[in-house]
């Protein structure tokens, strides 16, 4: 039996899967909330200011680490248009969750995500640490979905302030489930933020393939996982058996 005292999981692409997920529509969503809430603007110019905001933002996030709220490059895209806003406006605020209002309804969980979390429980402390830009979409997806109540401990970036793979934001996560790295298994699906990030603090580490990172994409990553899968459910043979699986 492999020794652990902890189980943490990533939880878009690894817990869940996101089906038919219309961005477009979510887009302008994002923009009627803005004109609703008292904001004259463009939408050609607004996506045009709210495009280059996002890239300028996602270079940022992912040089530094830092995590930047939506709210931050929505803002940036309205200050561009001629208003003096900030990230904290409540208008911006509506208008983020009007955006994520389609994504939430298309987060479903993974086959096997219940079973296995609810399994874990039973022996080990379970923990959440999630890339997300709205940390109010983990919270309620977590509530939409009914698997709240296993976790230990979540953990977003958004909240945190810094994002996977920065050591930061796992270490966090051990501070908060009081266990060591070296007894505690990670389960995430992209081999930069979950599985390097997981390994560098000493964790031991698990890959599954999904929607957004498949298994070449691990094989050509610079570090490799302790174990791969192909569903939720061999998370609980490793726990049990310890076996021996290809990385």
Request: aromatic residues 12%; neutral net charge; proline residues 4%.
């Amino acid at each position: 039996m492999l020794e652990v005292d902890a189980v943490i999981f990533d939880f878009i692409g690894t817990l869940t899967v996101i089906e038919n997920y219309p961005y477009e529509g979510s887009i302008e969503k994002l923009f009627q909330s803005l004109v609703e809430n008292g904001f004259d603007v463009d939408s050609t110019q607004f996506n045009k200011e709210y495009e280059r905001a996002y890239y300028r933002n996602r270079k940022i996030r992912y040089q530094r680490l830092i995590e930047i709220p939506n709210r931050v490059w929505v803002s940036e895209a309205l200050n561009k248009l001629g208003h003096a806003t900030t990230s904290d406006d409540s208008g911006i605020k509506l208008a983020v969750n009007a955006f994520f209002e389609d994504y939430l309804k298309a987060l479903k969980l993974q086959e096997f995500a219940e079973t296995t979390l609810k399994n874990c429980t039973q022996k080990y402390k379970v923990g959440l640490v999630s890339n997300f830009t709205h940390a109010t979409v983990i919270y309620t997806g977590l509530e939409k979905l009914k698997i709240n109540a296993y976790f230990n401990t979540v953990l977003v970036s958004e909240a945190f302030g810094w994002r996977k793979p920065s050591p930061k934001i796992f270490r966090e996560a051990l501070r908060r489930l009081a266990v060591k790295a070296e007894r505690t298994l990670f389960v995430g699906d992209t081999p930069l933020e979950d599985i390097q990030g997981a390994k560098e603090v000493g964790m031991k580490t698990v890959f599954i393939p999904s929607q957004f990172k498949n298994l070449d994409d691990m094989q050509k990553a610079a570090k490799q996982p302790d174990y791969i899968i192909k569903n939720l459910n061999e998370v609980l043979n490793i726990l049990n058996s310890h076996p021996t699986i290809p990385q």
